[in-house]
T-cell receptor, first 114, second 110 residues
Framework: KAGVTQTPRYLIKTRGQQVTLSCSPI?????VSWYQQTPGQGLQFLFE???????NKGNFPGRFSGRQFSNSRSEMNVSTLELGDSALYLC?????????????FGPGTRLTVT | TQLLEQSPQFLSIQEGENLTVYCNSS?????LQWYRQEPGEGPVLLVT?????EVKKLKRLTFQFGDARKDSSLHITAAQPGDTGLYLC??????????FGAGTILRVKS
């Protein structure tokens, strides 16, 4: 079974631009979550989508948005990029079996804002 | 706000030594996961613990879930250079959302 894939792997953007990142979950997983990882703040939850609906949202400004398609693929968009948005953006797909909620991460997209 | 505190933040040991990483919270988890992450890659799930008092073993790694389901530990026996990485605990607080600890950077020197 193929793992979570994210594209692109690396991206360099200029302050003020916008960016769209893509994530394809593991086949059969309907939940996709996005995280931002920085050395200073660690892994921070952005949002989760399930069956094309945003189910949970973290404490990020409205410049960060996402969506999920009917095939469970998800995109994340950041508008008006700031230097502080430079980070590793991770996507995770998940399922819940019984009492266990497990997430499987993609390799991430390394975004650098200059 | 649910918080997970991980300790230590950084650990540098010699090959063959044992170590323990701790993950603590004031809140009860419905389940807890441990991940290992290498530079430039996403975290890889190592184990999920669900039942209070549960102990799971994965080769030289032993994971324990506290009786009250508020804390967990990861013990590595006879560490090897290949164990080097960032170890993360993540708790599910019944909300279909994982909260991550800040992580423990482990460096095993040969």
């Amino acid at each position: 079974k193929a793992g979570v894939t994210q594209t692109p792997r690396y991206l360099i953007k200029t302050r003020g631009q916008q960016v769209t990142l893509s994530c394809s979950p593991i086949s059969g997983h309907r939940s996709v979550s996005w995280y931002q990882q920085t050395p200073g703040q660690g892994l921070q939850f952005l949002f989760e989508y399930f069956s094309e609906t945003q189910r949970n949202k973290g404490n990020f400004p409205g410049r960060f948005s996402g969506r999920q398609f009917s095939n469970s693929r998800s995109e994340m968009n950041v508008s008006t990029l700031e230097l502080g948005d430079s980070a590793l953006y991770l996507c995770a797909s998940s399922y819940k079996s019984g009492g266990e909620y497990e997430q499987y991460f993609g390799p991430g997209t390394r975004l650098t804002v200059t | 706000t649910q918080l997970l505190e991980q300790s230590p933040q950084f650990l540098s040991i010699q090959e063959g030594e044992n170590l323990t990483v701790y993950c603590n919270s004031s809140s009860v988890f419905s389940s807890l996961q441990w991940y290992r992450q290498e530079p430039g890659e996403g975290p890889v799930l190592l184990v999920t613990v669900v039942t209070g008092g549960e102990v799971k073993k994965l080769k030289r790694l032993t994971f324990q879930f506290g009786d009250a389901r508020k804390d967990s530990s990861l013990h590595i026996t006879a560490a090897q250079p290949g164990d080097t990485g960032l170890y993360l605990c993540a708790g599910d607080f019944y909300g279909n959302k994982l909260v991550f600890g800040a992580g423990t950077i482990l460096r095993v020197k040969s």
